[in-house]
């Protein structure tokens, strides 16, 4: 498969009506959110095994050494595929236009997108295995870890907020963007959105990172810092995830079985672009 042919994959999925990417009226929290559209076409990215930047992700204040590298969860790895899932401009303009919580459609698109998403990438990986290069999705493994709050996974004990693989770091690498104040990857279609990565034997051509710095796509304006409900980043600081994480623990009580936020990507000014981009760095 192409790099063509494999959006062209992605983007088909996206637009099918049948598909996961719109809402059942069945599940669907209000009546305005049925058959709403969740995600816009994708924006899609390469990183080759040899990047040294997936090593640098396992240094201490990056991600860490529980950071498991694309050739140790597939040996035959050659290439990872990044992939941003966009917000439709209705998800993410309900959500600004909601105060403090996070709109249904937000809602909807935080949790039933995320399956869509697992979907997806689930789909490309099988396909790419049956045109004979071997691939997986790290987050669907069963060598996937994470802990959220501190103590909450006895098999990364002392870790906290951190997973063995990072869907944001992968694009990161893989040149979809930088990241901004709110700890969110900024790509050139905004920070509004959702990732996902299939990690494959099949060698593709790497995406050029058009950026050096980590922050290169923020213009550090603060409007995440005034628009998040629980205070949780500062421009000195960005994001603190002791903070953040008990609010939307708030919007599971809320609004379970669902949760979320996004009030740090909705009506931002890097919401869907990049402002940073292009601008010289002194």
Not at 32 to 50: F, N, Q
Not at 74 to 80: F, G, I, K, Q, R
Not at 171 to 190: D, H, M, P
Not at 209 to 237: F, H, L
Request: with cysteine.
């Amino acid at each position: 498969m192409t790099l063509q042919q494999i959006e062209d994959f992605v983007r088909g999925k996206i637009d099918d009506p049948r598909g996961g990417n719109y809402v059942p009226e069945e599940i669907a929290v209000s009546p305005e959110c049925a058959s709403l559209k969740m995600y816009d076409a994708p924006l899609i990215g390469v990183g080759s095994r040899g990047d040294e930047m997936w090593g640098k992700l396992r240094e201490e204040g990056i991600i860490g050494p529980h950071f498991i590298l694309p050739n140790e969860w597939l040996p035959e790895a050659v290439s990872v595929i990044s992939i941003f899932f966009p917000f439709t401009e209705r998800v993410s303009k309900s959500c600004a236009d909601t105060p403090t919580w996070p709109s249904p459609e937000w809602l909807h698109s935080r949790i039933e997108g995320q399956e869509f998403i697992f979907a997806v990438t689930l789909a490309l990986a099988d396909e790419l295995s049956r045109n004979g290069y071997p691939s997986l999705v790290p987050p669907k493994d069963a060598r996937f870890k994470s802990a959220r709050h501190p103590g909450s996974n006895p098999d990364m004990p002392g870790l906290s907020y951190t997973s063995a693989w990072s869907e944001r770091h992968a694009a990161y690498v893989c040149g979809l963007g930088a990241f901004g104040l709110s700890k969110g990857l900024i790509t050139k279609r905004g920070v509004a959105g959702r990732f996902g990565s299939v990690i494959t034997s099949l060698e593709l051509p790497p995406t050029a990172r058009e950026y050096s710095g980590v922050y290169d796509y923020c213009v550090m304006c603060g409007a995440c810092v005034r628009a998040c409900p629980a205070q949780a980043i500062t421009i000195e600081g960005g994001k603190d995830h002791s903070i953040c994480a008990p609010f939307v623990d708030e919007t599971k009580k809320k609004f379970k079985p669902r949760y979320g936020c996004g009030k740090c990507q909705a009506g931002m000014p890097c919401q869907s672009r990049a402002p940073g981009a292009g601008v010289k760095r002194v």
